[in-house]
């Protein structure tokens, strides 16, 4: 049974993540996870307003458009995924330092090995812990990827 901490996503919505990331090689790749509570219900693109191997910044006029589509579903922001092309899925010194918001869940999606690894964080304040991804076999609701 997931308990607070943890984020719980489907396998439709975790192969949406990596084929959003493999879409975007070379390039590192950033989204919106929205839902309610710890729960996943929305996987949402966002472009990359700064494309690099090595870093993200999410396109501000597509964020806003987000965070609208959410409130008119009644979602909140569970999380935020980016990829790493070629580093672990750890957040990166980076990833600390711009971590703005303690509440909803860094998720990395690593393309690095030879499998793709997803983990999630909760980054406040500079500390960081993993949180546990439960892959909810149930889960129909709002699920799947909404284009912004």
Known sequence: MPNAHDIILSRNQIDSIVAHAVSGLPNEVCGILAGRGNRVFDVIPIKNADPSPVGYFMDTSQ???AIRMMRKKGL???GIY??????????SAKDVELAFHPGPAYVILSLAGLHPELKAFEINKGLVKERFIVIDRNLKATEGVDDV
Not at 82 to 91: F, K, N, Q
């Open 82 to 91: 980016h990829s790493h092309t070629e580093s672990d899925a750890l957040p």
């Open 76 to 78: 909140n922001q569970v």
């Open 63 to 65: 964020q806003i458009r």
